[in-house]
């Protein structure tokens, strides 16, 4: 038996756009989805196909049953693949985070639905295939133990040129039990689950890089869990980087432990400097007033800031453009990110929105946090839009980075992140806006 995956990409996202040189295998998930049926079904022969690193000729692909994973804005593409093997008589099934959040969406397009994790279900959906049974829709179950996760083998995708080396990624916790609105995280994974601290040091032990990125969405949840991780990563020596939310910076031996255990990069999400827009989206422990502390604090450990910034929220105005620029050029943001607010369909923001009729488009590929698709609340939907791509261009200007980074002592890490900056700041707005 074989089975293909498929991993789609939203249209800004298309691998095209970069040179073959800068192309990364960005996700996990289709080594996880591999990992977990080999380790089931070791006779079962299994595919790739990742459009983030190639361009992929549907006709070439042959198999038993096919598997797609799309998030939300990649779902319009991952339908046309649907379709096209359908037709060839090849059933198909899809998961992702679309699949996991709304799986009624998705029933006429697939032959089956996994919502949620395929630790579980994806071992349930191929003995049914085998057993002629397949089921329109499986749900992980909110009991799924996260301990002893299949090993990855991060050398899937050298016959794509991606070294092992490069796929760094690890997920500790899934999940996040806050409930930001306009986040997916609350709903994807039932709640909030961490792998025993243990696995994940031995997953990251066995990876031949020297630095490692945490995909977890907030690994400061459980500072507890937090101290056991850092504990058993100072040792190994390597570089991390994870997502946090600002609080983590509410204590300085967190922020000294941190810094001990080789974390030189935290993803934070300050959404807004704006109280009435932090308010709008349930984020009321973000504490606009301790942002530059907080930012300060972080940068004498030497870790640096990956600042996110949400646009389009209800207390946003036509203000808000020059003051996070200011504010971010003043407080020193290493790397700025700006996204615009997308309520996403399965969540209860999505369906408040919708019923106050403030969603402006179907059209899932524009759901890419590039578009504005509802009706903002002191502005207008291109306004937004032209927002965030003045914000885009406006920090990452070679003056402007000099100032952000103006900070910083070694005039040669100085000179490396402006480099840096430069040209993430140019590849990003090239990639995403087409330009
Ligand atoms: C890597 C990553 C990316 C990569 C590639 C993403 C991709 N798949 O196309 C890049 C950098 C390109 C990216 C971009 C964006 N991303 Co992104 N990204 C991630 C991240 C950090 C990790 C994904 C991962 O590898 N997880 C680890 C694997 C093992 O887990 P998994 O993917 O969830 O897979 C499991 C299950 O979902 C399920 N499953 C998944 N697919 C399938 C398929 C089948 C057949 C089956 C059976 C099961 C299954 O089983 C898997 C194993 O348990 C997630 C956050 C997160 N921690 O998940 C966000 C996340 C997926 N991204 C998100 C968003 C919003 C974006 C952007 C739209 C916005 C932005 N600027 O960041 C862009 C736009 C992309 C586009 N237009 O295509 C959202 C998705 C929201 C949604 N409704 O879809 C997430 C969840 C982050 C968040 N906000 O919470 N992203
Ligand atoms: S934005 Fe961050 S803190 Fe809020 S729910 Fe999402 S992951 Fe959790």
Known sequence: MKIALIMVKGGGYSCKKLPKMLRRADSLTLIMLHSIIKNAFPDIEIEIFDETVEVIKKNKIDADIIGISAITPAYPRAKEYGKFFRQKGIPVFIGGVHATLAPEMCVDDFDSVISGLGNETLIELINDFKNGNLKKIYKQSPEMSFENFPKLDRYLYRAKNVRAREIRQVQATYGCPNICKFCVQPYVCQGYHQRPFSDVIKEISAIDSDEIYFYDPNLAKDLTYLRNLCAGLTPLHKKWSAAMPITVANDEE???????????????????????????????????????????LLHKYDILIMGSFVLG?????????????????????????FTINTPYPGTPYYKAMKESGRIITDDLSLYDCSHCVIMPKNLLPEEVEKMQRNLWRKSYTLINIIKRLSYMKSPLKKLKLILINYIFGKLYYKIVFNK
Do not use: Q, W
């Not at 009435?276 to 349930?282: D, F, V, Y």
């Open 254 to 296: 967190i922020v000294a432990m941190l810094h001990k255990s080789g974390c030189e990069k935290i993803f934070i999400g300050f959404e807004s400097i704006n109280y009435n827009s932090i308010n709008s989206i349930n984020k009321g422990f973000n504490n606009v007033e301790k942002y530059k502390d907080a930012i300060k």
């Open 313 to 337: 929220l209800d207390g946003d105005t036509k203000e808000t453009e020059k003051n996070t620029l200011k504010f971010i050029i003043e407080s020193n943001i290493d790397i700025p990110r």
